[in-house]
């Protein structure tokens, strides 16, 4: 029994050295700001907002999108189903909150690697990167943060609440995102992942 129990230990260490060691230097670690009531109030009823559907990208081009990021993406993501579910879900999530889901894409890929169970040395979790302090803030208690679509929800809208908060200045908000405001370069990196990986517009998929 005490060896059993010595081999439950070191396993549980290196699963936890494991999930530890997918957080990246660079993941995020977004500030916590006091709220006006107004704005706790409306970003509150941005994440409970009705779920995702079943989309089912009929519309040339969303299937000419879902196809080429698929692709791109597939040495990440191997798995088929997972990846198409997880972009439709970037598409959907980023829509909604009106950003552009290659931009989502570039800082999912410099928060996390696209690691659904990321978790950064500042305790950020999931693909975006969110902090724990959000869900207490606009969230319930029993909200789970490596979920994809809640992770994705989350994520989004914290980033459309800071380019609002920098009138659509677009450096200033990745700043925020990524708790280093005023410093080059996480926002240097996510446009140079979102420009050189995801860059994608609705005229090369008629070439």
């Known amino acids: 029994?005490?060896?059993?129990?010595?081999?439950?230990?070191?396993?549980?260490?290196?699963?936890?050295?494991?999930?530890?060691?997918?957080?990246?230097a660079h993941a995020g670690a977004q500030a916590y700001e006091p709220l006006a009531a107004s704005v706790q109030a409306a970003l509150q009823a941005a994440?409970?907002?009705?779920?995702?559907?079943e989309l089912g990208f009929?519309?040339?081009?969303?299937?000419?999108?879902?196809?080429?990021?698929?692709?791109?993406?597939?040495?990440?993501?191997?798995?088929?189903?997972?990846?198409?579910g997880f972009l439709k879900t970037v598409y959907y999530e980023a829509k909604r909150a009106g950003l552009d889901p290659q931009l989502v894409l570039g800082v999912i890929q410099v928060e996390s690697d696209?690691?659904?169970?990321?978790?950064?040395?500042?305790?950020?979790?999931?693909?975006m990167q969110v902090m724990p302090f959000w869900v207490k803030l606009i969230g319930t208690k029993n909200t789970d943060l490596f979920h994809l679509r809640v992770n994705l929800r989350y994520g989004c809208t914290i980033l459309r609440?800071?380019?609002?908060?920098?009138h659509g200045?677009?450096?200033?908000?990745?700043?925020?995102?990524?708790?280093?405001?005023?410093?080059?370069?996480?926002?240097?990196?996510?446009?140079?992942?979102?420009?050189?990986?995801?860059?994608?517009?609705?005229?090369l998929a008629r070439r």
């Open 1 to 24: 029994m005490r060896l059993n129990a010595r081999l439950l230990a070191a396993a549980t260490l290196a699963l936890a050295l494991q999930i530890g060691a997918v957080g990246l």
């Open 114 to 127: 696209f690691h659904k169970y990321a978790i950064s040395p500042a305790g950020a979790r999931g693909y």
């Open 58 to 84: 009929l519309d040339f081009k969303e299937k000419a999108w879902l196809r080429e990021m698929s692709r791109r993406l597939a040495s990440r993501m191997p798995d088929r189903s997972w990846r198409q």
């Open 47 to 53: 994440i409970s907002d009705r779920p995702a559907p």
């Open 169 to 203: 200045n677009l450096y200033r908000a990745l700043g925020r995102y990524n708790g280093s405001l005023g410093q080059p370069d996480y926002p240097n990196m996510v446009r140079n992942a979102w420009e050189r990986h995801w860059y994608w517009s609705s005229e």
């Open 161 to 166: 609440h800071y380019l609002d908060i920098e």
